[in-house]
C-alpha cells in the first residue's frame, strides 16, 4: 500500500504540473476574457499608432518565440516516447540563447544507447575470440566454461601488467597475491562478469599496490606465521580497538559444503564492543604519536592479506573457492559509535578500500541481536557500501544465543 500511495502521489504531481504549463500557455487568453480587456492590436495597428508600445522588431521576436513554443509543444506531444528512448547528436556550442528553436532545427538521427552497447559488446567478444587465450591455473574454480573463458580472456587484456609480475617473480613470492584464484575473484565482482572492468579493477589493484608499498604489509603477515595478530606496536593499537574472533578460519575442515563450488570459514566480529570513539580520537588528534589514519588502514589491509594467504591456502587444500562469512554481533551496540566523525574521516576511506581491492572476499554477512537503532545505522552506512555488499548481508533476529553458538549450531549455513 505504501507503494501504490507513492505512486499515485507521482502521477497527482505530475497532473499538477501538467495543469500548471497549460495554464502559463493560456495565461494572456485569460486574462483578456476575465479581465475584460480590448483585444490587442494588429502589427499594422502598432506601426500606424503614434504611441506604439513595441517595434517592429520586437513583433518578429515575438513570432519567433511563439513558433518556437508551437514546434516545441508538437514535438512534446508526438514525440514524447521517441525522445525518452534516443537522444540528439548536437555540438554543445548549438545551445545557445535561441534554446529550443536552434536545437529542434538541427537536422539529429535516432541514437540506441542499449544497441550501441551491445554492438560494442560483441565486437569486443569477437575480437578476444579471435585471439588464442592464455591458460589458466584455477580452472577447478570456475563454476562454468563461460567463467573459465572469461577468465582466459581477463588475463588477454592484462598481459602487460602479468609480464611484469612474472619477470621479478612476484606470482612464486605472494601467490595468493598475484595468482589466477585472486583474477577469478576480481571477476566476480559484478554480476554480468565484465571483462573489462575486471581488467581495469584489477589493474586498479596493482597501481594502489605500489604506491602504498602493500608487499611490504604481506611480508609482516609471513612473519606473524599464519596469525591475525599483527607485530607492529602502532597496529597493535589498533587492533585492540575491534576485538575479533579467528580461531574458526584458521581451524582445518575435512568435509565440504554441499551445493556450488565453495568452502565457507566464519569470522567472528564483536561489532557492538567496536571502540570507533576511542580510535576516532587518536587519528584525528593534532600531535598524536599513538596511530594515524595511515596505520589504521595499514590495519585492515593486514588483515585482509592474513584472511586470502588462509583462503588462497585453503582452496587449494580442497580444490574449492574458500570464502568468508562474517558474524557481526551488534550486542550493546549505541549511536554513538557512528559519529558524523567517525563514518566520514575513519569508515568511509576503509570501506571504500576494502571494497574496492578486496572483492569477493565474504560470501554472508550475518547481523546477530540487532538494536532498534539499527535503522538509524543502516542509513548512514548503506551509502558507503556497494550493492553486491548489501546483497550479502543477513539480518537474524530470532537467535538469542551468542556467537559462537550461532555459528557452532551451523545456523550460518546457508
Avoid at 563454476?143 to 588475463?155: A, P, Y
Amino acid at each position: 500500500m505504501a507503494h501504490s500511495g507513492l505512486s499515485i502521489f507521482y502521477v497527482l504531481s505530475f497532473i499538477a504540473q501538467l495543469i500548471c504549463g497549460v495554464l502559463a500557455f493560456q495565461e494572456p487568453k485569460l486574462r483578456r476574457v476575465h479581465s475584460h480587456q480590448a483585444p490587442p492590436l494588429t502589427n499594422q495597428q502598432r506601426l500606424n499608432t503614434p504611441t506604439a508600445l513595441r517595434s517592429e522588431k520586437n513583433d518578429l521576436n515575438d513570432e519567433r518565440a511563439k513558433s518556437t513554443r508551437r514546434r516545441f509543444l508538437r514535438t512534446t506531444r508526438k514525440g514524447r516516447r521517441r525522445r525518452r528512448r534516443y537522444t540528439f547528436i548536437h555540438q554543445e556550442s548549438h545551445v545557445t540563447a535561441a534554446g529550443a528553436e536552434s536545437l529542434f532545427s538541427l537536422s539529429w538521427r535516432p541514437y540506441s544507447y542499449e544497441m550501441a552497447t551491445k554492438s560494442s559488446t560483441i565486437r569486443n567478444e569477437q575480437y578476444l575470440n579471435s585471439l588464442d587465450l592464455p591458460p589458466i591455473d584455477c580452472g577447478w574454480a570456475c563454476v562454468s566454461n563461460t567463467e573459465q573463458i572469461q577468465l582466459q580472456q581477463m588475463k588477454l587484456l592484462l598481459r602487460s601488467e602479468l609480464k611484469m609480475i612474472t619477470d621479478v617473480n612476484l606470482h612464486e613470492k605472494y601467490p595468493d597475491v598475484y595468482s589466477d584464484l585472486r583474477l577469478l575473484r576480481f571477476l566476480r565482482k559484478s554480476k554480468d562478469r565484465d571483462v573489462t572492468s575486471a581488467a581495469a579493477r584489477y589493474r586498479s589493484f596493482l597501481q594502489w599496490r605500489e604506491k602504498n608499498e602493500v608487499d611490504s604489509i604481506r611480508d609482516m603477515v609471513e612473519d606473524c606465521n599464519g596469525s591475525f595478530t599483527p607485530t607492529a606496536v602502532r597496529l597493535q593499537t589498533v587492533a585492540a580497538h575491534f576485538p575479533m574472533n579467528f580461531d574458526y578460519l584458521v581451524q582445518e575442515t575435512d568435509e565440504l559444503n554441499e551445493g556450488d563450488k565453495s568452502l565457507v570459514k566464519p569470522a567472528i566480529l564483536n561489532v557492538g564492543e567496536f571502540d570507533t570513539r576511542g580510535i576516532t580520537e587518536k587519528i584525528l588528534a593534532s600531535n598524536s604519536d599513538d596511530v594515524e589514519l595511515e596505520d589504521f588502514l595499514n590495519y585492515w589491509i593486514f588483515l585482509y592479506e592474513s584472511i586470502h594467504l588462509r583462503l588462497y591456502q585453503q582452496s587449494l587444500q580442497f580444490g574449492q573457492m574458500t570464502f568468508l562469512d562474517e558474524v557481526c554481533d551488534l550486542s550493546g551496540l549505541s549511536l554513538q559509535q557512528f559519529s558524523p566523525l567517525f563514518v566520514t574521516k575513519v569508515m568511509s576511506p576503509w570501506l571504500k578500500m576494502t571494497q574496492a581491492y578486496y572483492p569477493e572476499t565474504t560470501r554472508r554477512i550475518y547481523i546477530l541481536h540487532p538494536p532498534a537503532i539499527i535503522k538509524v545505522a543502516w542509513k548512514l552506512v548503506t551509502p558507503l557500501l556497494s550493492q553486491g555488499t548489501i546483497d550479502k548481508i543477513r539480518f537474524v533476529r530470532k537467535f538469542d544465543g551468542s556467537a559462537n553458538d550461532f555459528v557452532e549450531s551451523a545456523s550460518w549455513l546457508d
